[in-house]
T-cell receptor, first 112, second 112 residues
C-alpha cells in the first residue's frame, strides 16, 4: 500500500517549457488535490477533483491545467512554465471532502 | 474570506518540556480542523482531525483542542522529544467547501 506517490521528485525547466506532474493514489479515494507550497505563504490549492472525470479550480489555478481520467490518477500540467511557478507541489487525496487528507512527498520544481 | 494564522512562526524548547502551538481562524463556520506535521523536504502527515462538534482530540502525547466560537485551536505536545522537531501546520475546512485553508506553520525545534 504505497499511499500517495508523485512523479517526478525534482525537475528544472526553462521558461516556456511544458511538463506534467503525476499523482497516483492506491486508497480508492474520490477526492484529490494539487497544492503549491511557497515560503511564508503556506499551502495554496491549485485545482481539485471530486471524482473521476471531474476537476475544479482552487485558489491559484492560473497557468495550470489538470485531468482526472482515472480515479487513481490526478495530473497537473504546466503549458508554458514561468519563474513564478517555481515551488514545491504537493498532491493529496481523501475519501470525502471533510476527511483526513493524505499527502504525497512533493515535487520540487524550478523554472529558470 | 477565511484566514488561518499560526503564532509563533518558530519555537525552540528544551527536551522534556510541555508546549502549546496556536492556530487562529477568522470564520467560525468550519466542518473541521486538522493538525499536520511536516519534516524538512517531506510531505505532510495528518496528526489529528477535530470535527466542528468536538472540543478536543488526543493521540499519544498530542492533544488538540478546538474553540470554534473564538476561532482558536491549540496543539499540546507533552514531554517533548528531539524527534518532535518539525513544522506543524493547522488547516481548516470551511463549511460548504471542498478545500482546506492552511496556516503558514510553526517550526518547532526540541533541543536535546
Amino acid at each position: 500500500n504505497a499511499g500517495v506517490t508523485q512523479t517526478p521528485k525534482f525537475r528544472v525547466l526553462k521558461t516556456g517549457q511544458s511538463m506534467t506532474l503525476l499523482c497516483a493514489q492506491d486508497m480508492n479515494h474520490e477526492y484529490m488535490y494539487w497544492y503549491r507550497q511557497d515560503p511564508g505563504m503556506g499551502l495554496r490549492l491549485i485545482h481539485y477533483s471530486v471524482g473521476e472525470g471531474t476537476t475544479a479550480k482552487g485558489e491559484v489555478p492560473d497557468g495550470y491545467n489538470v485531468s482526472r481520467l482515472k480515479k487513481q490518477n490526478f495530473l497537473l500540467g504546466l503549458e508554458s512554465a514561468a519563474p513564478s511557478q517555481t515551488s514545491v507541489y504537493f498532491c493529496a487525496s481523501s475519501y470525502r471532502e471533510t476527511a483526513t487528507q493524505y499527502f504525497g512527498p512533493g515535487t520540487r520544481l524550478t523554472v529558470l | 474570506k477565511q484566514e488561518v494564522t499560526q503564532i509563533p512562526a518558530a519555537l525552540s524548547v528544551p527536551e522534556g518540556e510541555n508546549l502549546v502551538l496556536n492556530c487562529s481562524f477568522t470564520d467560525s463556520a468550519i466542518y473541521n480542523l486538522q493538525w499536520f506535521r511536516q519534516d524538512p523536504g517531506k510531505g505532510l502527515t495528518s496528526l489529528l482531525l477535530i470535527q466542528s462538534s468536538q472540543r478536543e482530540q488526543t493521540s499519544g502525547r498530542l492533544n488538540a483542542s478546538l474553540d470554534k466560537s473564538s476561532g482558536r485551536s491549540t496543539l499540546y505536545i507533552a514531554a517533548s522529544q528531539p524527534g518532535d522537531s518539525a513544522t506543524y501546520l493547522c488547516a481548516v475546512n470551511p463549511s460548504g467547501t471542498y478545500k482546506y485553508i492552511f496556516g503558514t506553520g510553526t517550526r518547532l525545534k526540541v533541543l536535546a
